[in-house]
């Protein structure tokens, strides 16, 4: 874009406020139990984890705690080979597997390697006749949100012929198993071996089975296990059975349809076994036989549990331990368990989808780089509260992200950068560039800070942001900066992109929202910042709108504000880009405030080409700055009702954003 001289006076800094937003507990139901053991506590409960957070928790998340491959580059596996390279690779890797992954021959196993997140894309990740494998020495593993199913064989119901359990571990160290569904395979569900320690088992459902959940197999006295919010349904025995833990805490479980087959000893609930130390809270067992017990050697106690129609063992002896000495914890009361636990566990269509900065990813561009070529499920990057100074590139390989902060308010989170277009061209200055489609940003502050007074330059151009691809979405969101804050583009002339942008704020002074993108700014806030002139501080707008396309910016019910004196600010000129003939410009500005800083005749010339011969109208503005002359082309009321938020939105495959609100 042509270059102007756009001088202003400084602005007070964006403040920021780095506090984090407290996550909200979910509500509890009811269920129809027929008695408690002890009266429920939830009182002496604290709030800890979020209902699912990617982080770790209870026993995985003490010693250095279990982060698995965060860090790691993010791969998306569809085929059993893939599963296997990058699940064993020595280095870290967040492996996200999408659909069902068959296993041959049946029964193989899976090798596991350390540093490793394997976690199911949605709720759709299957690994179907296989075995995921951890080897001795084995640390820092998360497997997450998947189906692990059906490697039984027919007719071994004990498990005696075949060893196909869905996952094994021996002699393993900070492991989190989450949010997973483990049913009809050919021996454990799970199996947790031989000194293994730091685990946390949290949100799975065991089903369909006989042996759902073994800990053990070994003299040492060694494991530190909690398992919490887990469905066991339809199994038999091992929900779970505890060999010689140094500690185990069961919490909020729920164990309900057990197998009947009048088995009067190996049908049971939990066990206690040798000398392990089991704590078990808040839990839930309906229709359970020995619900729960201990071995004479061992200890268990429990507490605020529900039984409904159960019989046999409720064994109790020993002092156990207190895991609030350990880490702290969320207690939900018992008669809620039911209903949560059949909602909560399991794959959650949410779950393994979100990139967090810093805390997995030191910078934002980092995340982003690791979000898969191709991707095809909706991806979040979570940036906490803070300022990043980087540049931020979303190239159009990476597609369908949710760009969130975290904070309380926009503000708290801020990308800036401080290139001028002198160095690097207009694009180049850009703080952040989104070239892929299906990007969404809210909550954020995007802004160029270079100082355009302190230096002199010939292209002070200094871009926020840049968009160019399509179905791009701005929430919540602030553009600071001077000279073309904010460009909204395609990739080409003739080809459409379309951008809304809702609830936000814009700031600039020449040109400083400006590209042939079809853009919708609604319900904000737009800035015209004072260059110093008492007779032209700038203009809003410089669209560059295809001539074949009927619809390029519109700005409805939004707010235009300034600084500027009186009668000193423009709406918009055109943009014909290297003299483009057919870049016509469209804008329409409809329902909007203007302030006093707009001039009587707002529209002008640029570079030969002029206004007159662009599309620019307004159409029910009001404020002081919105009296209407002979240079302020009206549009009629026939127009204005197809010239509307869904009409230059819509596109060809009905994009509707605005629909939610």
Request: glycine share 10%; aromatic share 8%.
């Amino acid at each position: 874009m042509t270059h102007l001289r756009s001088k202003r006076l400084p602005r007070p800094g964006v403040a920021l406020a780095a506090v984090a937003g407290l996550v909200a507990a979910l509500g509890l139901g009811m269920t129809g139990e027929a008695r408690a053991a002890e009266p429920v506590s939830a009182e002496k409960s604290a709030p800890a984890a979020a209902r699912w957070t990617d982080r770790a928790h209870g026993f995985a998340s003490l010693a250095g705690g279990t982060t698995g491959g965060a860090g790691g580059k993010v791969v998306t596996v569809t085929d059993q080979a893939s599963l296997a390279k990058y699940a064993a690779a020595e280095e870290p890797y967040v492996i996200r597997v999408a659909g069902a992954v068959a296993v041959q021959p049946f029964g193989s196993d899976i090798v596991v390697a350390s540093n490793k997140t394997i976690i199911g894309v949605g709720d759709t990740g299957e690994i179907v006749h296989g075995e995921l494998h951890l080897n001795p020495g084995t640390h820092n593993v998360i497997i997450r949100n998947l189906t692990i199913r059906d490697s039984y064989v027919e007719g071994d119901w004990d498990g005696k012929t075949t060893d196909f359990d869905a996952i094994q571990m021996d002699s393993v160290h900070h492991v989190w198993i989450d949010h997973n569904r483990f049913t009809h395979m050919g021996d454990g569900l799970l199996d947790i071996r031989k000194d293994s320690q730091y685990v946390t088992v949290s949100y799975n459902q065991f089903t369909h089975h006989n042996k759902a959940f073994g800990i053990g197999w070994t003299d040492n006295v060694q494991t530190q296990i909690t398992i919490d919010h887990n469905w066991f349904t339809g199994t038999k025995q091992r929900n779970p059975s505890a060999d010689n833990c140094a500690y185990a805490h069961l919490y909020n479980n729920y164990v309900s349809a057990q197998v009947a087959d009048g088995d009067p000893v190996w049908t049971y609930g939990n066990w206690s076994r040798g000398r392990t130390k089991m704590v078990i809270e808040n839990g839930y067992y309906d229709r359970v036989q020995h619900p729960y017990q201990a071995d004479a050697t061992a200890e268990l106690v429990e507490r605020g549990s529900i039984l409904r129609k159960t019989t046999g063992r409720t064994d109790e002896w020993g002092a156990a331990f207190t895991p609030r000495d350990f880490y702290d914890y969320r207690l939900d009361p018992a008669r809620a368990v039911p209903a949560l636990v059949k909602k909560f566990s399991g794959p959650q269509e949410r779950i393994g989808v979100t990139l967090d900065v810093p805390g997995a990813y030191p910078t934002v561009q980092a995340a982003v780089d690791a979000v898969p070529d191709g991707n095809d499920v909706p991806v979040t990057i979570a940036v906490a509260p803070g300022t990043y100074r980087e540049k931020v590139v979303i190239p159009a390989a990476k597609p369908k992200i949710l760009l969130r902060g975290t904070g309380r308010d926009r503000s708290d989170t801020v990308i800036v950068h401080n290139t001028p277009a002198e160095y690097g061209g207009s694009t180049g200055s850009a703080t952040v560039r989104i070239a892929a489609n299906d990007v969404t940003a809210r909550n954020l502050t995007f802004s160029n800070d270079f100082d355009e007074a302190s230096v002199e330059l010939k292209g002070e151009q200094a871009l926020a942001m840049k968009t160019t691809g399509d179905r791009i979405v701005f929430e919540d969101t602030a553009f600071l900066g001077n000279q073309d804050t904010l460009m909204t583009d395609s990739p080409k002339l003739n080809v459409i992109s379309r951008v809304y942008v809702r609830d936000s704020y814009i700031e600039g002074d020449v040109d400083f929202i400006y590209g042939r993108a079809t853009t919708v700014i609604e319900r904000s806030v737009i800035k015209a910042l004072s260059r110093g002139s008492t007779t032209n501080n700038g203009w809003v707008t410089a669209a560059s709108t295809w001539t074949g396309n009927p619809y390029g910016f519109l700005i409805t019910r939004s707010k235009i504000v300034s600084d500027a004196p009186d009668a000193s600010f423009h709406l918009g000129r055109p943009w014909h880009p290297g003299g483009e003939p057919n870049a016509v410009g469209q804008v329409l500005i409809r329902d909007t405030r203007l302030p006093a800083a707009i001039k009587s005749s707002p529209w002008t010339d640029m570079s030969g080409f002029s206004w007159k011969d662009a599309r620019f109208t307004e159409y029910r503005n009001y404020g002081p700055g919105a009296a209407v002359t002979q240079d302020r082309p009206q549009m009629s009321d026939e127009d204005a009702r197809t010239h509307t938020v869904t009409a230059y939105l819509e596109g060809n495959d009905n994009w509707a954003p605005h629909a939610r609100h």
